[in-house]
């Protein structure tokens, strides 16, 4: 079991709201990701970090934003929440280069109504 | 276009049966391919990683193998069991960068029944 942390894993808010999904992991890991994904599609990347003060957008355009001010925390931000965010969102983690495997948090899933 | 593509989308098997499940690829460079289990509600779990020099792995019951020449990969699953049902994603990451970019293909829903 990898030791990666999301919170909430469920969240069902109204459109207009701000909102903060919370992603942890204690294995020391430089490298995150945040991939959204659809029932029955494939995962998508909307935002990674190298390291601390590192932050890039994915291939998904995604109104989210994200800050990596600790190695160990990688939250994600959506400032106004409407009901095309509805999704899943998943956070990983994986050390350093080379083959390494890319370990995945239990995910948020995100209703907004 | 760097694509990933499984097949079947859905199966569904008796406990007990084998099955095994396709992917094809146009990722290039190529890196690894990695199988994940992902059960319903819950993030994908890695089952093998196979780099361009390796053309079989094996966890358990689950056994990968790449052809790197075709470009294809399979995942044969033996002796189901209930707690199989899941997606299975075939994942390939190419070598062009730094970060390693990972490809996700949509998974083949797997239902195994009693």
């Known amino acids: 079991e990898a030791d990666i942390y999301q919170t909430p894993r469920y969240l069902v808010i109204g459109t207009g709201k701000k909102i903060t999904l919370e992603c942890s992991q204690t294995m020391g890991h430089d490298k995150m990701y945040w991939y959204q994904q659809d029932p029955g599609m494939e995962l998508h990347l909307i935002h990674y970090s190298y390291g601390v003060n590192s932050t890039e957008k994915g291939d998904l355009s995604s109104e989210s934003t994200v800050s990596r001010i600790r190695t160990e925390h990688f939250p994600l931000t959506l400032e106004s929440a409407r009901p095309s965010h509805t999704s899943q969102y998943l956070c990983?983690?994986?050390?350093?280069?080379?083959?390494?495997?890319?370990?995945f948090g239990p995910g948020t899933r995100l209703t907004v109504t | 276009k760097n694509q990933v593509e499984q097949s079947p989308q859905s199966l569904i098997i008796l406990e007990g049966k084998n099955c095994t499940l396709q992917?094809?690829?146009?990722?290039?460079?190529?890196?690894?391919l990695r199988w994940y289990k992902q059960d319903t509600g819950r993030g994908p779990v890695s089952l093998t990683i196979m780099t361009f020099s390796e053309n079989t792995k094996s966890n358990g019951r689950y056994t990968a193998t790449l052809d790197a020449d075709t470009k294809q990969s399979s995942l044969h699953i033996t002796a189901s069991q209930l707690s199989d049902s899941a997606s299975y994603i075939c994942v390939v990451s190419d070598r062009g960068s730094t970060l390693g970019r990972l490809y996700f293909g949509r998974g083949t829903q797997l239902t195994v029944w009693p």
């Open positions: 992917c094809n690829y146009t990722v290039s460079p190529f890196s690894n």
């Open positions: 990983a983690s994986r050390p350093g280069q080379g083959v390494y495997e890319q370990y």
